[in-house]
């Protein structure tokens, strides 16, 4: 059995890829902090032969034991909410947590795989997004303290490429969702269901325009499992081509939760994106991947979700 050492394992993305790995025939070594995890994600699998948790700040030095075929990087707050929040955190697990985990990915010469973004793109001017886009970033804005860290990451992890030939993978992870998502951890989604849900007004920023890409968990997770066993070294993207208005996002959200909830408008935040779409070119020609989830199916699986678990995240 292959074994997987996979930090942020008890996060929204993290659980699913437990999950997943797991399902797959894995062994797999979660490793989490709780800072922005959840252990309800993974409570599940505590009793599987096949899954062991370890609390771990991974920007802090630690020792894992035995042999390891895979690690994963996929530990760091991801919301505004989070890394607004945790700034140095999340600097911290960018750098000195992605080194640690590239130290043990050589040390067990292990494949090695970094969980990036699409936010490295910063506000792109540029739509769609491909691979070969250097970006549009602030790098001392307030959203920098992600921007950046994921940008380092990158950049590190391709550092230990070239240096050391290790064998890596970079996945840029554009906008998911899915269960498990946190009521209150800022991004679109899960607001906009948690206020439509209880019939409160649904908060837009800016004039609703600015377009996302949404991807559901389960077409990211699949292409994710695909890039970690391919060949390729350099970054590909990773997320659903088709755009969506947040007004538009608002709007089929109020109607697919049936609520009374009208739309209230707010100031746009500080190097807030005005698009996010990924050319998916080279996923679908190296992976034969593409997403496959409709956004309005993925939204009603999801709003059924959180109608089970009103609770998560508040």
């Not at 380092?152 to 550092?159: Q, Y």
């Not at 070239?162 to 989604?189: C, E, H, S, W």
């Not at 019939?199 to 968990?217: A, E, H, L, M, W």
């Not at 939760?257 to 807030?272: A, E």
Request: hydrophobic share 35%; net charge positive; glycine share 6%.
């Amino acid at each position: 059995m292959k074994r997987v050492v996979l930090s942020g394992g008890a996060g929204f993305l993290g659980s699913h890829l437990c999950d997943y790995l797991i399902e797959k025939g894995c062994r797999v070594l979660c490793l989490d902090n709780l800072i922005t995890g959840d252990n309800r994600n993974i409570s599940h699998l505590l009793e599987n032969k096949n899954f062991e948790f370890m609390r771990q700040d991974i920007s802090r030095q630690f020792n894992v034991s035995g042999n390891v075929d895979y690690v994963m990087d996929f530990a760091s707050p991801a919301s505004p909410v989070d890394y607004l929040e945790h700034p140095l955190e999340t600097m911290r697990v960018g750098s000195f947590g992605t080194y640690n985990m590239l130290e043990l990915a050589r040390e067990k010469n292990a494949v090695f795989m970094q969980a990036s973004t699409s936010e490295v793109y910063g506000d792109p001017l540029v739509n769609p997004q491909n691979e070969s886009y250097w970006g549009n970033v602030n790098p001392i804005g307030p959203r920098s303290v992600y921007d950046e860290s994921k940008r380092f990451s990158e950049a590190l992890t391709m550092a230990y490429h070239r240096k050391y030939n290790l064998d890596t993978r970079i996945v840029r992870i554009f906008n998911t969702y899915g269960p498990r998502m946190r009521l209150n951890d800022g991004r679109a989604v899960p607001n906009f269901i948690y206020q439509a849900l209880n019939d409160k007004p649904v908060t837009i920023y800016g004039n609703g325009k600015q377009t996302r890409s949404f991807c559901y968990v389960s077409d990211l997770i699949e292409g994710i499992y695909l890039l970690l066993l391919s060949r390729e070294n350099e970054p590909v993207n990773i997320g659903n081509p088709g755009e969506v208005s947040m007004l538009k996002l608002a709007d089929l959200i109020i109607k697919l939760t049936n609520s009374n909830s009208r739309k209230i408008f707010k100031p746009l935040p500080v190097d807030d994106p005005k698009v996010r779409c990924p050319d998916i070119s080279k996923a679908k020609k190296i992976l034969n991947w593409q997403p496959k989830v409709k956004v309005k199916e993925g939204l009603k699986k999801t709003i059924e979700w959180f109608k089970k678990h009103p609770n998560i995240g508040k």
